[in-house]
């Protein structure tokens, strides 16, 4: 059998065939046509199933606003016609960036956010007729941010974040007030012209890591409605004292251990009842759009973006396209279970030039209603638009995940597309290896 830990597929056909002999549930089509299709969200008509996904450019002004690098990134991905463009994680407080480079939507760059979404629309409007879905990520970063701010200990997790033991946690009368912040956020972005706010509660950051926070004691830990608590109360609050529509970019599973793992069981099993119930409470309060993802860059890298190689510090332990296969069941377990949902599938941008046939599978199968692309979008930000007037992705464009764009971001350094992009990111990236010398 090829190599299936490296991409080498000259053709579909190949890569059809290694999937058949790995007995993936991998779907394909090639009525490319159903990624074309108008979808409604909230009311609001796509004009095609296809997104971006967020992904962090670290290209921020240091107030927060979005900067030129920024606005030519969404510039960019609003010329390539996808849908739907889910904004990258943006700070609800200072203390919640992950670092100064990181957006941070606040009244003194309120002016910075709704020149660009007024810029993305009018230009949409202008060439297209139609304008994308915007959706704007609330973030706070967590362990992972300049401030670590954590949930609980955890002797693996600490060691990964440079924590020591005798660190504090974040108090429930902390986390009762931060609330108020997602709240004061959201309103801003109501204002500046998006669409709907995501509450990121994915890949270990602060909310992701209160999912999984048994051994947590008080108000925000141990039973399933008390690590579900904030999430909800922040979500019921956005919907009735901003008026804004809510989505949630959502771990259904951490794939770490119990018990501060979520989604995952006493026997360390994969275990999607929290979950699926969560997502189920979640539809109930009215979020009706969910970015299902898994794992954490940070942790098991390979769960979240199946990629050839890491680097030698990281191996996958197993090959890319039982990743991808992962994170399309993920999707599908949910669509499954909540077929009104509107599911957007994640973790395909490994497929490269193949992308289309899967995507359109997911649609054709019903596994999820919207399929996004991340790493992809930031080495082809026009992939949207190559697909609904070509039909097909360009080999010589599409993203070879050789993950330079996470080490890029993994160093604080403006973050792209070091192959597609070599003018604006190459001189960054070299600069990072000279100072890991």
Not at 141 to 164: C, M, P, T, Y
């Amino acid at each position: 059998m090829r190599d299936s830990y490296f991409f080498n597929f000259p053709s579909l056909e190949e890569l059809e065939n290694v999937v058949k002999e790995l007995k993936l549930d991998i779907p394909f089509s090639t009525n490319i046509d159903l990624l074309k299709e108008k979808i409604e969200i909230n009311g609001k008509s796509l004009n095609n199933r296809m997104a971006i996904h967020p992904m962090e450019g670290c290209d921020a002004t240091l107030n927060g606003s979005p900067s030129e690098l920024t606005e030519r990134r969404y510039m960019r991905y609003t010329k390539g016609l996808a849908g739907l463009i889910w904004f990258e994680a943006t700070a609800v407080s200072e203390s919640a960036r992950a670092n100064n480079q990181q957006l941070f939507l606040n009244t003194y760059t309120f002016d910075d956010f709704a020149k660009l979404v007024n810029m993305m629309k009018e230009k949409a409007l202008k060439d297209n007729k139609h304008a994308p879905y915007l959706v704007l990520q609330l973030a706070h970063s967590g362990r992972f941010g300049e401030n670590k701010v954590i949930a609980v200990h955890d002797e693996k997790l600490d060691k990964i974040s440079k924590i020591n033991f005798s660190y504090p946690v974040i108090t429930d009368k902390e986390l009762e007030e931060l609330k108020q912040s997602y709240v004061n956020t959201a309103k801003l972005a109501k204002n500046a012209g998006f669409d709907a706010v995501d509450v990121k509660s994915c890949h270990r950051y602060l909310l992701s890591e209160l999912l999984g926070a048994r051994i947590r004691e008080g108000e925000y830990g141990g039973d399933y409605e008390n690590r579900t608590k904030f999430l909800k109360d922040v979500v019921n609050r956005i919907k009735d004292e901003v008026g804004i529509e809510v989505a949630v970019r959502l771990n259904i599973s951490d794939f770490l251990h119990y018990p501060i793992g979520w989604g995952i069981n006493e026997q360390g099993e994969l275990d999607l009842a929290e979950p699926l119930k969560l997502i189920g409470e979640l539809k109930e309060r009215g979020v009706n759009l969910i970015n299902i993802t898994a794992g954490s860059p940070y942790i098991n890298p390979h769960i979240n973006r199946p990629a050839d190689g890491e680097s030698k510090k990281y191996t996958p332990p197993e090959p890319p396209l039982v990743g991808v296969e992962r994170l399309i069941k993920l999707a599908k377990e949910v669509q499954s279970s909540i077929t009104d949902l509107i599911v957007v599938g994640t973790g395909l941008s490994w497929l490269r030039e193949f992308f289309p046939y899967v995507a359109s599978g997911m649609v054709k199968k019903g596994y999820a209603k919207i399929i996004g692309l991340g790493r992809m979008a930031f080495a082809y930000p026009d992939f949207a638009k190559d697909i609904i007037e070509k039909n097909m992705l360009d080999k010589n464009k599409v993203c070879i995940t050789c993950v330079r764009c996470a080490e890029l971001k993994a160093h604080k350094k403006i973050t792209g597309c070091v192959i597609r992009d070599k003018d604006v990111y190459l001189k960054p990236y070299m600069e990072m290896i000279r100072e890991k010398k």
